[in-house]
């Protein structure tokens, strides 16, 4: 309820024929008090009245907003009587028909609640105020029409019907005064965009008021960085149209004269600086065309230039010289006079589980240091890098206690660094796959990282177990370890089924540290120590066990056992990008070797070199070059003719998804198998079917691969989306293994006519599982016509036992039906490939997808247009 009025000393009525109240009194009141009522009047008993009077105290009772009606009686005989009716109580306010705002957005703006007193003023305000919210949302035809339903006990509900409308788009946006740009330029400028097909799925072609000043500044910085300096906007209005859907957008603009730079100039009052050298590096010269993006960089540029010998507070002004008739824009940089500054206090602020240690260990400065903007942005970098706080930190600068002194302000806000995922998907390489794993970034807020995974699929099996110390002893010398077991199925293609060839289990752990050798360079050196278990699939063997190079092949028969690798290695790194988890400027650097051969069963020196540069080309554009290449080199003796000195399983491979525009193990040596058949004329040929042709790929023991990719920006809601598209080409190859020996030669024949050569089957000797040659009793033999026998002559029941009568019995064979076998792909030339890709950080975990055209290729590489992948990480 609204306090009383202070009413002050009683009126006096100067007419002296004026009545007197004899008596006052209030009726219609139940909520108020009588003397309540009163003292909102100016009205008290004994006192002369008129009608002047009487007509304030009515105006007055009703400005209280606290009744409905008020009204007057006993005028003629003094005995007055207020009658008033209150204004009821609010029970509930209730919003129907918004489904774009929801409740708890409007409740909070309007005025009306309940158990307050109702007025239709107020009402009335809130109505205004319900399409303001709408008008901001961009809902010019919203409509809002209120109800009251009455209850008892002078009690109402108020109803807000709402009808919310279409959301108002820009229909057309006139640009008037232009010459030199064409409307659909200056367009391309603006954030608002016209409500068309093409702008569809676009937000922003609705009206927004706050969006109108940011197009005209957007158009002016577009001017400006083109020379035109004297540009303005004179006007910009929004006519919504008469059906009250959309809205007309009108600029008028003035262009003005195009300016170039006339003299520039550096005049700084720091004694560092020396102003004529510092101006012959400025990316601005005379004669070029003005452009304010260039004088605001260079501003930034001084500024950090200050910085980087200790003054950071250094303040850099542009003064200009506008010369009208010649055209030309003269600018003297003026750098104010600033004390050397140094850090007075780092503060570490915003951290409840990471210690402050791992925070500062990362700042490249210390309290009572010289002030350095390089080293402040490098701290920033290496902490964004540890990817344990919220993306676009920054390192703030205060002044200290004196002029000479800065405070660091790091304020920290942390996320979630422990990660348990649980995950089922699908993948063109490894079909389904289940993943669960359990990661802690920070483990115990020491920067530690303690990781387990387990994953599964039809042609993989592995768990993976790992822990890394990033400071040892507080000490910058990073360990870890790892201990794993996989589980892996190679396959080849029989057209587009996909069948197992040789199967490795590798159990096995590995050692690592690394130590900084400078801000930029480190060393990481590593031992590792496996068991690897190679096998055949069952279809590739003898009866006796022995390996079947009819259908395996030689290549892989000789892979085959049990074998100890023990290596150790090292890594030589150069790291400046400004962020290991998502680069978007430096460059990357590491020449990699690995020694096997200290102790266990293999030998050989693995080298890899590997080159990434990022640069950001502004706008959200993300260049990024990679350069990688690698090579082994057996340190084992001399093998068989045929027979490669590095396994199969150690060579490296090439193709999807290192490789998009090539299948899986897709680009290099490898060995194609392709049956004869015979046509309709009765002529031998060789089958086109992919599904009837076995490819097997081998691996090489070097390669190159080189990437350049662009990352193309998405509105914001993409971005959180987890959205990244880019476009790419890629190129590469892999190559340098040891011909592999026929896996057989099958006789031929020759046609006396036509001279048409014809492959013939291939007929092998038969052995018992103990090795025996098989032999056929003849079909003549009465005791046991057409049996298998180990017998030369006679016939024994079991395999190697006692023969028994007088038989001869030819040899048995097999006959292998013919096939062309060729070794192909072991080439350096260059394959290239062009495509599109995305990385969606989707729900059922990370997914990349990619559609990629292979233009160059070497006879046997097999292509893939379209790849993607589910569930996991490659």
Not at 409 to 435: C, P, R, W
């Amino acid at each position: 309820m609204p306090p009383a009025p202070s009413i002050g000393p009683a009126v006096v009525v100067s007419d002296p024929n004026a009545k007197k109240i004899l008596t006052l009194r209030v009726e219609g009141s139940q909520r108020i008090e009588p003397e309540t009522v009163l003292s909102y009047t100016k009205l008290r008993v004994g006192i002369p009245y008129n009608n002047e009077l009487l007509d304030q105290a009515i105006k007055d009772l009703l400005a209280s907003d606290l009744f409905a009606d008020v009204s007057i009686s006993g005028v003629e005989s003094g005995n007055i009587v207020l009658r008033v009716r209150e204004n009821p109580i609010i029970n509930r306010v209730i919003l129907e028909g918004n489904k774009r705002l929801k409740d708890d957005k409007i409740t909070k703006e309007i005025k009306l609640k309940p158990r307050q007193i109702f007025t239709r003023t107020a009402v009335r305000q809130d109505v205004a105020r319900i399409v303001e919210l709408y008008r901001r949302q961009g809902r010019f035809a919203a409509a809002i029409e209120p109800k009251m339903v009455t209850l008892d006990q002078n009690r109402v509900d108020v109803i807000f019907e709402i009808n919310e409308g279409p959301k108002s788009k820009v229909r057309q946006i006139n640009i008037l005064g232009n010459e030199v740009f064409s409307d659909k330029t200056l367009r391309g400028q603006m954030a608002t965009k016209e409500a068309r097909l093409t702008t569809l799925l676009s937000s922003n072609t609705s009206y927004d008021q706050d969006r109108l000043a940011y197009d005209q500044q957007k158009m002016r910085q577009f001017y400006l960085t083109n020379g035109y300096a004297d540009f303005r906007v004179t006007s910009a209005v929004a006519e919504l149209t008469p059906d009250k859907k959309d809205f007309i957008i009108t600029y008028v603009v003035e262009e003005g004269k195009r300016y170039k730079f006339g003299d520039v100039t550096v005049d700084s009052d720091i004694r560092d600086f020396d102003n004529k050298k510092v101006a012959a590096g400025l990316t601005i010269k005379k004669g070029d065309w003005y452009d304010a993006k260039k004088v605001e960089d260079t501003v930034d540029s001084l500024n950090q230039s200050a910085g980087l010998v200790g003054y950071a507070f250094a303040d850099t002004n542009p003064e200009f010289t506008r010369d009208k008739e010649a055209l030309t824009m003269g600018i003297n940089f003026h750098i104010a006079e600033a004390k050397r500054t140094y850090v007075e206090r780092i503060n570490v602020t915003g951290n409840t589980q990471t210690q402050d240690k791992v925070i500062r260990r990362e700042i490249r400065l210390a309290e009572g240091d010289a002030f350095n903007s390089f080293q402040v942005k490098r701290s920033q970098d290496r902490i964004n890098s540890l990817g344990f706080f919220q993306d676009k930190f920054e390192i703030k600068q205060s002044q200290g206690s004196a002029p000479d002194r800065v405070v660091l302000d790091a304020n920290v806000e942390e996320k979630s660094t422990g990660e348990l995922s649980l995950s089922a998907g699908y993948s063109s390489l490894e079909s389904f796959i289940i993943q669960a794993s359990i990661t802690q970034r920070n483990f115990r807020g020491k920067g530690q990282e303690l990781r387990a995974s387990v994953n599964y699929s039809y042609y993989s099996k592995s768990i993976d177990l790992g822990f890394t110390e990033p400071y040892l002893f507080n000490k910058n010398i990073a360990i870890g370890g790892d201990i794993f077991r996989r589980d892996y199925n190679a396959f080849n293609f029989a057209g587009d089924t996909r069948q197992t060839t040789y199967t490795q289990v590798s159990t096995g752990f590995q050692l690592r540290a690394g130590i900084p050798l400078t801000e930029y360079w480190s060393l990481a050196a590593r031992y590792g120590l496996t068991y690897d278990e190679v096998g055949l699939a069952s279809t590739y063997f003898n009866a006796d066990g022995t390996c079947n190079v009819l259908t395996a092949g030689s290549y892989l028969c000789s892979a085959l056992g049990n074998r100890w690798t023990s290596s150790v290695g090292y890594s030589l790194i150069f790291d400046s990008t400004n962020s290991r988890l998502r680069p978007t400027a430096g460059q990357k650097f590491s020449v990699s070797q690995d020694f096997a051969g200290l102790g266990g069963d293999v030998r050989y020196i693995r080298t890899r070199v590997d080159g990434t540069k990022y640069k950001n080309l502004g706008s959200g554009f993300i260049v990024s070059a990679h350069v990688e290449g690698g090579y082994i080199f057996s340190l084992e003796g001399k093998k068989p003719a045929g027979v490669d000195p590095i396994r199969i399983t150690d060579r490296f491979y090439l193709g999807e998804p290192d490789f998009p525009g090539f299948d899986i193990r897709g680009i290099g040596p490898r060995v194609k198998r392709t049956p004869y058949t015979t046509d309709a004329a009765g002529n031998q040929t060789l089958v086109t079917d992919r599904n009837s042709i076995v490819d097997d790929a081998l691996g090489g023991t070097k390669y190159y691969n080189a990437r350049l990719e662009m990352q193309i920006p998405l509105g914001s809601g993409a971005r959180e989306l987890g959205l990244r598209p880019s476009i790419y080409v890629q190129a590469g190859a892999l190559w340098g293994v040891t011909r592999p020996l026929p896996s057989a030669t099958f006789p031929t024949t020759i046609d006396p006519v036509t001279g048409r050569v014809t492959v013939l089957p291939l007929n092998s000797p038969g052995f018992a599982a103990n090795g025996q040659q098989l032999y056929v009793v003849p079909s003549t033999d009465a005791g046991a016509p057409n049996a298998t026998t180990t017998c030369k002559v006679g016939y024994s029941t079991v395999a190697g036992g006692t023969c028994v009568g007088s038989s001869i019995n030819t040899l048995y064979t097999t006959p292998t039906s013919p096939f062309l076998e060729e070794f192909l792909g072991d080439s350096p030339k260059p394959r290239l490939s062009i495509g599109t890709g995305v990385n969606w950080n989707s729900p059922f975990g990370p997914l990349r997808i990619d559609i990629a055209y292979a233009l160059l290729k070497v006879k046997g590489d097999d292509t893939k247009l379209v790849t993607f992948n589910v569930g996991t990480q490659f």
